[in-house]
C-alpha cells in the first residue's frame, strides 16, 4: 500500500457540485497538507493541517473547505465547483521531507 | 515569500553528471533547501534537502553556496528515468512549512 493514498485518481463533475477529495496516509504524520497544480505550474497550497483540531488556510484557500477526519485521514471539499477549479490535486504529509500521494485529476464541466 | 528561481529547462544526454542551478535570495538562516522531481503523472518524488553542508544520498548530490543564496542539484549519472520537472524550494519558517513552489527546471535528458 502506498504512504499516501488519494480517492479518487479521476473525477469529472459538474458546475455547482459538491465534491470531496479524501486523502490517508500511513506515515503516522501530524502534518497535512492539499495542493493543486495547474499545467506548467508549480504546487500552489490550499490548506494544511499541523494536527486535528490545527486547520490552517494556504495560498489559495477560496472555493475550498477541509476536514481532518482523524491523524490518518485529511479531506478537501469543493463546496460548489466552478470549472477554474480544473487542476491536479495532491495531499501530502511532512516529517522531514514531503511525501506526496499520486494525485488526483479534477474536471469541472 | 520564500521564492526560488530556477531555468525552465536544461537538456543532457544520458550517461553524463547534469548540474541543476537554483538561486534563493530570500533565504534565511535556518530555511532547509528542498529538491524535489516531479515526474510526468505522478506526484512530486522528495530527491534530497541541506542546511548548510552539502549533502549525498542515493538519488544524487546538493552542493550548497556558502552564503547559502544558490545551491546545485548533481546528478552523477543521468539516465532516461531522471527525465523530469525538478523543483527547489526552501521552506520559510516565517511561513508555517510552506514549501512555495516555482515552475521548476525540466529536465530533458538525450539517448
Known amino acids: 500500500d502506498a504512504d499516501v493514498t488519494q480517492t479518487p485518481r479521476n473525477r469529472i463533475t459538474k458546475t455547482g457540485k459538491r465534491i470531496m477529495l479524501e486523502c490517508s496516509q500511513t506515515?503516522?504524520?501530524?502534518?497535512m497538507y492539499w495542493y493543486r497544480q495547474d499545467p506548467g505550474l508549480g504546487l500552489r497550497l490550499i490548506y494544511y493541517s499541523f494536527d486535528v483540531k490545527d486547520i490552517n488556510k494556504g495560498e489559495i484557500s477560496d472555493g475550498y473547505s477541509v476536514s481532518r477526519q482523524a491523524q490518518a485521514k485529511f479531506s478537501l471539499s469543493l463546496e460548489s465547483a466552478i470549472p477554474n477549479q480544473t487542476a491536479l490535486y495532491f495531499c501530502a504529509t511532512v516529517r522531514d521531507g514531503y511525501t506526496f500521494g499520486s494525485g488526483t485529476r479534477l474536471t469541472v464541466v | 515569500d520564500a521564492k526560488t528561481t530556477q531555468p525552465n529547462s536544461m537538456e543532457s544526454n544520458e550517461e553524463e553528471p547534469v548540474h541543476l542551478p537554483c538561486n534563493h535570495s530570500?533565504?534565511?538562516?535556518?530555511?532547509?533547501i528542498h529538491w524535489y522531481r516531479q515526474l510526468p503523472s505522478q506526484g512530486p518524488e522528495y530527491v534530497i534537502h541541506g542546511l548548510t553542508s552539502n549533502v549525498n544520498n542515493r538519488m544524487a548530490s546538493l552542493a550548497i553556496a556558502e552564503d547559502r543564496k544558490s545551491s546545485t542539484l548533481i546528478l552523477h549519472r543521468a539516465t532516461l528515468r531522471d527525465a523530469a520537472v525538478y523543483y527547489c524550494i526552501h521552506d520559510s519558517r516565517d511561513s508555517n512549512y510552506q514549501l512555495i513552489w516555482g515552475a521548476g527546471t525540466k529536465l530533458i535528458i538525450k539517448p
Open positions: 530570500t533565504i534565511s538562516g535556518t530555511d532547509y
Open positions: 506515515k503516522g504524520h501530524d502534518r
